[in-house]
T-cell receptor
Framework: DADVTQTPRNRITKTGKRIMLECSQTKGHDRMYWYRQDPGLGLRLIYYSFDVKDINKGEISDGYSVSRQAQAKFSLSLESAIPNQTALYFC??????????FGPGTRLLVL | QKEVEQNSGPLSVPEGAIASLNCTYSDRVSQSFFWYRQYSGKSPELIMSIYSNGDKEDGRFTAQLNKASQYVSLLIRDSQPSDSATYLCAVSDEDSNYQLIWGAGTKLIIKP
């Protein structure tokens, strides 16, 4: 079984809808991250969490919110989806200063 | 603002040759350096990590770190078509609890 899983893998939604992307990990890491990646561009950090009680905004947090339900679970919500949030979304986990391990990604299309 | 810079490419290399990928970073105190490979539409996967000046070899891959010049490179020997991918460089940010600063990636194409 994969160490980092994301659901759904693909999602099509309409402008204004609220959606949630979920991430689970079995690596036992404290740190979890949400990134987005647009075609031809690098990874941009949306939110990160160093433990269940510690959640921080990344460089592009506007329009997004997160919830760390447990050490192993970190969800990303788009409160009111807009077309420029169409992107590939990745969840990742790590220990401090160490390798980040990525989930398979969620491809989101906002119409 | 701290930055990690990579040539976006594409870098085209003949099969069997050595591919050389470079990355420069702005933060002199960074201590951890990572190379990831990303196939189109897939998630990044770690190839190499390096923490000390010098070379680190793993199979066909060699990472080179020069902290004085603030660059890290990745060499791929005997390049194969399956090495065609985007290679991401990431550098730790000691000031923000060791988060990673990501380069935008270099697209590598290995021509048969």
């Amino acid at each position: 079984d994969a160490d980092v899983t994301q659901t759904p893998r693909n999602r099509i939604t309409k402008t204004g809808k609220r959606i949630m992307l979920e991430c689970s990990q079995t690596k036992g890491h404290d740190r979890m991250y949400w990134y987005r990646q647009d075609p031809g561009l690098g990874l941009r950090l949306i939110y990160y969490s160093f433990d269940v009680k510690d959640i921080n905004k990344g460089e592009i947090s506007d329009g997004y919110s997160v919830s760390r339900q447990a050490q192993a679970k970190f969800s990303l919500s788009l409160e009111s989806a807009i077309p420029n949030q169409t992107a590939l979304y990745f969840c990742a986990t790590s220990e401090a200063g160490e390798t980040q391990y990525f989930g398979p990604g969620t491809r989101l299309l906002v119409l | 603002q701290k930055e990690v810079e990579q040539n976006s490419g594409p870098l085209s290399v003949p099969e069997g040759a050595i591919a050389s990928l470079n990355c420069t970073y702005s933060d002199r105190v960074s201590q951890s350096f990572f190379w990831y490979r990303q196939y189109s539409g897939k998630s990044p996967e770690l190839i190499m990590s390096i923490y000390s000046n010098g070379d680190k070899e793993d199979g066909r891959f060699t990472a080179q770190l020069n902290k004085a010049s603030q660059y890290v490179s990745l060499l791929i020997r005997d390049s194969q078509p399956s090495d065609s991918a985007t290679y991401l460089c990431a550098v730790s940010d000691e000031d923000s609890n060791y988060q990673l600063i990501w380069g935008a990636g270099t697209k590598l194409i290995i021509k048969p």
